[in-house]
């Protein structure tokens, strides 16, 4: 499989997961968790999908500019869905508090990919 079929693939994944992880939320857990663990919940659900989106528009770059730092901006926001987003639902879902320290790697992740993205596009050939 290509690199922007794999990307598009786990950003539509991605996409699926945070729709159900946020119906999850809204309906399942919102008499289970107090309000303090149901927006952390929530704000996991949330910055998946930006970045489920943010690896669809890494797939695109990189069917573009194959040789691009694109492909390291796909891996940094797969990455950082893994450690921010995962962090957090373990987080909301066991109240270990811990667990919050890790987030801000995947933030960092986050970050990274975005410079990864706007580097391939700067660097992009013309045309």
Same mark, same amino acid.
């Given at each position: =499989?290509?690199?922007d079929?794999?990307?598009? =693939?786990?950003?539509?994944? #991605?996409?699926?997961? *945070?729709?159900g992880?946020?119906?999850?939320?809204?309906?399942?857990?919102r008499?289970?968790?107090?309000?303090?663990?149901?927006?952390?919940?929530?704000?996991?659900?949330r910055?998946q =999908?930006?970045?489920? !989106?943010? !690896?669809? *528009?890494a797939?695109?770059?990189?069917?573009?500019?194959p040789? #691009?730092?694109?492909?390291w901006?796909?891996?940094?926001?797969l990455?950082?869905?893994?450690?921010?987003?995962?962090?957090?639902?373990a987080?909301?879902?066991?109240?270990?508090?811990?667990?919050?320290?890790?987030?801000?790697l995947?933030?960092?992740?986050?970050?990274?990919?975005?410079l990864?993205?706007?580097?391939a596009?700067?660097?992009?050939?013309?045309?």
């Amino acid at each position: =499989m290509t690199l922007d079929r794999l990307f598009l =693939m786990l950003g539509a994944v #991605s996409g699926l997961i *945070a729709v159900g992880a946020g119906a999850f939320g809204a309906h399942a857990l919102r008499a289970r968790l107090t309000p303090e663990l149901l927006g952390v919940f929530e704000t996991g659900a949330r910055y998946q =999908m930006y970045h489920a !989106l943010a !690896l669809v *528009a890494a797939a695109w770059v990189v069917s573009r500019w194959p040789e #691009s730092l694109a492909a390291w901006a796909g891996w940094l926001f797969l990455a950082g869905t893994i450690v921010f987003s995962g962090s957090l639902y373990a987080l909301a879902l066991t109240g270990v508090r811990w667990l919050g320290a890790v987030t801000p790697l995947g933030g960092l992740c986050f970050l990274a990919g975005w410079l990864c993205l706007a580097l391939a596009a700067a660097r992009a050939p013309s045309g």
